[in-house]
């Protein structure tokens, strides 16, 4: 929950709002600081980054084959940061994401869409800056052929 302070004008203003007008961060205040590790923006970034239509995976092709033999072990969960590094200081981050787009897709429009949602989601769970968002499209996902081959009869028997 955002604590609340009252404004020159009588209205309640954020605690985020006032330590950012007076030049300084949400996460260091007269009670206290905030730290925020980089496996909890790079999560972040994950999550934003796989809601956009036309991400098809995250991560390179070796990073995407470890990520399929640890979903196999039995107790184990998706790795939400795979594809994603980031660089975290008190106050300013940075995100790079590598991703693996859906055949058809405009690449422009779906590297906007993931670079938006990111800098949102990032910033709103945060208060951190999002200082760039950079995306390394690694591959694309070409749709499956549905046609099935004839069944063949075996050569021997």
């Given at each position: 929950?955002s604590?609340?302070?009252?404004g020159t004008?009588g209205?309640a203003?954020?605690?985020?709002?006032?330590?950012m007008s007076?030049?300084?961060?949400?996460?260091?205040?007269?009670?206290?600081?905030?730290?925020?590790?980089?496996?909890?923006v790079?999560?972040?970034?994950?999550?934003?980054?796989r809601?956009?239509?036309?991400?098809?995976?995250?991560?390179?092709?070796t990073?995407?084959?470890f990520?399929?033999?640890?979903?196999?072990?039995?107790?184990?969960?998706?790795?939400?940061?795979m594809?994603?590094?980031v660089?975290?200081?008190?106050?300013?981050?940075?995100?790079?994401?590598?991703?693996v787009?859906?055949?058809?897709?405009?690449?422009?429009?779906?590297?906007?869409?993931i670079r938006r949602?990111?800098?949102n989601?990032?910033?709103?769970?945060?208060?951190?800056?999002?200082?760039?968002?950079?995306?390394?499209?690694?591959?694309?996902?070409?749709?499956?052929?549905?046609?099935?081959?004839?069944?063949?009869?075996?050569?021997?028997?």
């Amino acid at each position: 929950m955002s604590e609340q302070t009252q404004g020159t004008s009588g209205g309640a203003v954020s605690t985020r709002e006032t330590a950012m007008s007076r030049g300084g961060s949400a996460l260091s205040t007269s009670r206290g600081t905030t730290t925020i590790s980089d496996v909890v923006v790079s999560k972040i970034a994950g999550i934003a980054a796989r809601e956009i239509n036309g991400v098809h995976a995250m991560g390179s092709g070796t990073a995407r084959a470890f990520g399929a033999i640890r979903e196999r072990i039995p107790g184990s969960t998706t790795n939400q940061s795979m594809g994603v590094q980031v660089e975290v200081g008190e106050t300013q981050a940075a995100v790079d994401v590598s991703i693996v787009a859906e055949y058809g897709v405009a690449i422009t429009d779906l590297a906007e869409g993931i670079r938006r949602n990111v800098i949102n989601a990032v910033e709103r769970m945060t208060g951190l800056e999002v200082v760039e968002v950079n995306i390394d499209v690694v591959d694309i996902h070409l749709p499956q052929d549905d046609t099935q081959q004839p069944e063949q009869e075996p050569r021997v028997q």
